[in-house]
């Protein structure tokens, strides 16, 4: 019997999934079965997976109709013979040591689930190549935490809020048995936050989680993602929302909200809600217009979504005019808000992955300031602009510094 199952869904990958399958067969750990999901593509993946299962016994290949990423995940578990799961999407790819490095992890700290970092990997054009661009990682907590349960409940929405690692089924290491204990399944009726839904199911179950900040995942952005990322998805917000909502039935579970896990859970709905009014259709016409009220007056039909732009402590200042228009339940403001913050940001190209010099040494003076002022406002204005740094650069982020103080003046 494998020590680990790795389970990749296939849905017309047929460009991509040689990368991702030679990346998991070629793991510095052995121990390893590949369960290839083909969800009824109409490409040539189905023969691509074949052949490698003909080629590599350690392959196994299972076919469904086409029934989507959540019902190809739940039949990959069912057939998983592993101690141990892991899932990788079929357009990425995972470094050498992905397995080796999470199961040693997990097995080190007796966790129950190990968790890493992921480093973006951005095509250059339609038929250009591949540079990595950022990373997203537990670094703003360390770079290798370990948490006893309440802990980790206490501080899941810090992590969902701050480290951008906890939504996705990818980066990490399961224990099979307790999927299979507690009946664990992606939901099938969500197109949209489903291995959200999964994880903080599962994270409920942990005694012990590990989080390491190396990016041993790869995302691969491809050229067409950027038009299927921007299109609008149905019943986002109602799957957003509900995804917050489990978040915060999960950070009550251990006794009441902390201050701190409450901010944070303001500024992770805040995101949430962006998100959505940002996939919205641009409106050419009256019909389309109709619908994007009815996206926004459906985000407004929840307190929670409305409460949290009352008190979250950072949102973004291209969107700060969105504030006012959601707590005046202003539709039409919404949308023009929502609009001006994407001509401000249309011009501002994605930073280095390798920050400068006086980037990284303003990094660490506010990173001291932070850890030196334990609360209060320099702490939370330390805070804030390190995690800027960190992820936009110096250049983006002393302009958005700058076009808040001048939205306050002008103001005053």
């Not at 926004?296 to 402590?313: G, H, I, T, W």
Request: charged share 20%; aromatic share 8%; with cysteine.
């Amino acid at each position: 019997m494998p020590t680990v199952s790795v389970i990749v869904p296939v849905y017309n990958a047929e460009n991509y999934l040689g990368w991702c399958i030679n990346s998991i067969l070629k793991q510095s750990f052995r121990d390893l079965e590949l369960i290839l999901v083909n969800d009824g593509s109409t490409d040539g993946s189905l023969e691509i997976c074949r052949r490698y299962a003909a080629l590599d016994s350690r392959v196994r290949v299972l076919t469904l109709e086409n029934s989507g990423v959540s019902a190809a995940r739940n039949a990959g578990m069912q057939a998983a013979q592993g101690e141990f799961i892991q899932f990788v999407d079929s357009d990425d790819v995972v470094s050498p040591d992905f397995t080796g490095k999470l199961l040693e992890t997990l097995r080190f700290c007796d966790a129950d689930i190990a968790i890493c970092g992921i480093q973006v990997v951005e095509q250059q054009g339609e038929n250009g190549g591949y540079k990595a661009t950022h990373q997203f990682s537990c670094r703003p907590l360390g770079h290798f935490c370990v948490m006893v349960r309440p802990l980790f409940i206490q501080n899941m929405a810090r992590l969902f809020w701050e480290t951008c690692c906890m939504e996705g089924p990818c980066n990490r290491i399961y224990r099979t048995s307790i999927i299979r204990e507690n009946g664990l399944e992606f939901p099938l009726d969500m197109s949209y936050g489903e291995d959200c839904m999964f994880n903080i199911e599962y994270y409920s179950r942990c005694r012990r989680a590990a989080l390491i900040s190396q990016p041993l995942y790869y995302y691969l952005w491809h050229f067409q993602h950027a038009s299927l990322a921007r299109s609008h998805k149905p019943n986002l917000v109602e799957n957003q929302m509900r995804q917050v909502m489990a978040l915060r039935r999960l950070c009550e579970s251990e006794g009441e909200m902390t201050k701190p896990a409450a901010q944070a859970l303001a500024n992770y709905c805040v995101g949430q809600c962006i998100k959505s009014l940002n996939m919205l259709p641009h409106p050419q016409d009256v019909q389309e217009l109709d619908e994007c009220r009815r996206e926004v007056m459906r985000m407004l039909s929840y307190p929670e979504a409305v409460k949290s732009f009352d008190e979250a402590n950072y949102i973004p200042p291209e969107y700060a005019p969105l504030v006012g228009a959601v707590k005046g339940c202003d539709v039409d403001g919404i949308l023009n808000a929502v609009a001006t913050a994407e001509k401000r940001l249309h011009q501002i190209n994605t930073p280095p992955p390798r920050p400068g010099f006086a980037n990284r040494v303003l990094a660490k003076l506010f990173g001291g300031l932070e850890r030196l002022f334990r609360k209060g406002p320099v702490h939370k204005w330390a805070r804030i602009m390190r995690l800027n740094l960190e992820t936009m650069g110096l250049k983006i982020t002393f302009r958005r510094m700058l076009g808040k103080l001048t939205g306050r003046s002008a103001q005053g």
